[in-house]
């Protein structure tokens, strides 16, 4: 069974950090893409982030680049979403998803349960 | 970015009717060389983390009721319920996997009637 387990969220200021981790596990991890989607409260869906796993190729979102940096651990199974210069409109709930591929270019199969980020003083 | 946009945003159903949910893209989402539209329809319950319904615009994920259903090309599409159970009761998004970033729609509750 597929299973995604988000942690590391939490209270931070404005203008700090926190590291998101996704724990996978049930499937080969290093052969699929692993994504990043938030859901402000009350809000809709908005993609941030995706490592390939085919070939470890990283894409971002422009609110967030330059601030957020994903990464993967094949040997842990896990994977990170580094948040630097937290902002007010970064508050959400924060999702990690498996690809249904190994590239980007796919849709989202397994969706962990979500872990909420608030940015507040 | 490729803008989706979602109608109606919410939908009152009778049970066993059906319900229509409409997604168009700003722009294409078909890829000529494999002939795929790169479109997702979502499901996502009160409380619930999103669950993924279709995907290439029309194939349903495995274990998802037949009376789901997805169709169009290019730039309209369209999932459909053919007859509305109480569990149906959530939001549902289409999202786009064509261009980076890819984009969700707004979503559109669906309630029963």
């Known amino acids: 069974e597929v299973q995604l387990v988000e942690s590391g969220g939490g209270l931070v200021q404005p203008g700090g950090s926190l590291r998101l981790s996704c724990a996978a596990s049930?499937?080969?991890?290093?052969?699929?893409?692993v994504t990043w989607v938030r859901q402000a409260p009350g809000k809709g869906m908005g993609w941030v982030s995706c490592v390939g796993g085919s070939d470890d190729t990283t894409y971002y979102a422009d609110s967030v680049k330059g601030r957020f940096s994903i990464s993967r651990d094949n040997s842990q199974n896990t994977f990170y979403l580094q948040m630097n210069s937290l902002r007010a409109e970064d508050t959400a709930v924060y999702y990690c998803?498996?690809?249904?591929?190994?590239?980007?270019?796919?849709?989202?199969?397994?969706w962990g349960q979500g872990i909420l980020v608030t940015v507040s003083p | 970015d490729i803008v989706m946009t979602q109608s109606p945003d919410s939908l009152a159903v009778s049970l066993g009717e059906r319900a229509t949910i409409n997604c168009r893209s700003s722009?294409?989402?078909?890829?000529?060389?494999?002939?795929?539209?790169?479109l997702a329809w979502y499901q996502q319950k009160p409380g619930q983390s999103p669950k993924l319904l279709i995907y290439w615009a029309s194939i349903r994920e495995s274990g998802v009721p037949d009376r789901f259903s997805g169709s169009g090309s290019g730039t309209d599409f369209t999932l459909t319920i053919s007859s509305l159970q109480a569990e149906d009761v959530a939001v549902y998004y289409c999202?786009?996997?064509?261009?980076?970033?890819?984009?969700f729609g707004r979503g559109t509750k669906l309630e029963i009637k």
């Open positions: 999202q786009q996997y064509y261009n980076i970033p890819y984009t």
């Open positions: 049930g499937f080969t991890f290093s052969n699929y893409a």
């Open positions: 722009q294409s989402v078909l890829l000529s060389a494999n002939n795929k539209n790169y």
């Open positions: 998803a498996k690809g249904r591929h190994g590239n980007c270019y796919s849709s989202l199969d397994y």
